[in-house]
């Protein structure tokens, strides 16, 4: 199992479906920003939620919220997009769901979380605000702005 734990954007409101037997199947888009030889790109992420466990929490999730995602990662798939460019999607299966301790409005609680670690090796919220908000560092999230890192041209699925 490949565990993998993203801090982005959402760049959609989360998406809601059911299988034909019934299951349900919440779908995620998330904006991530990766600094590469100084220069920004942004790695889409989809992440799928299988069933109701985040029921409380995803109601609260609107397109441009900062959020993190812990879950497996899944196997890449290779698409062509409108330009007929290869591209890759990125996909999850969330195992955990929190509010980012970066970039959220100014007033809103920076450990408001919708769901316990699912085991005692996980670290506690405060610790993971700690090493998101170093990880944050001088970068234009964590300063309080509610400003959206991309645009809707930007979302490749």
């Given amino acids: 199992m490949n565990q993998i ?15 034909s037997s019934g299951k349900k199947v919440t779908t995620l888009r998330v904006a991530a920003r990766a600094r590469r030889s100084g220069k920004e790109e ?27 995602v812990m879950g497996e990662l899944d196997k890449p798939e290779i698409f062509t997009d409108r330009e007929g460019r290869p591209q890759v999607s990125m996909n999850i299966t969330a195992q955990h ?3 980012s301790p970066f970039g959220r409005p100014e007033g809103q609680s920076a450990h408001a979380e ?16 700690d090493v998101f908000q170093s990880m944050a560092g001088a970068s234009s999230y964590g300063q309080g702005k509610a400003e959206m890192p991309f645009s809707d041209d930007e979302i490749p699925f």
């Fill in 97 to 99: 769901i929190t509010f």
């Fill in 42 to 68: 942004t790695i889409w992420w989809k992440v799928t939620i299988w069933g109701e466990q985040f029921d409380k929490i995803i109601p609260y999730f609107k397109k441009g919220s900062p959020i993190v």
């Fill in 5 to 19: 734990t993203i801090a982005g954007h959402l760049g959609a409101d989360p998406e809601v479906r059911f299988t």
């Fill in 114 to 129: 919708g769901v316990a670690p699912s085991s005692p090796s996980q670290a506690s919220p405060s610790s993971t605000a």
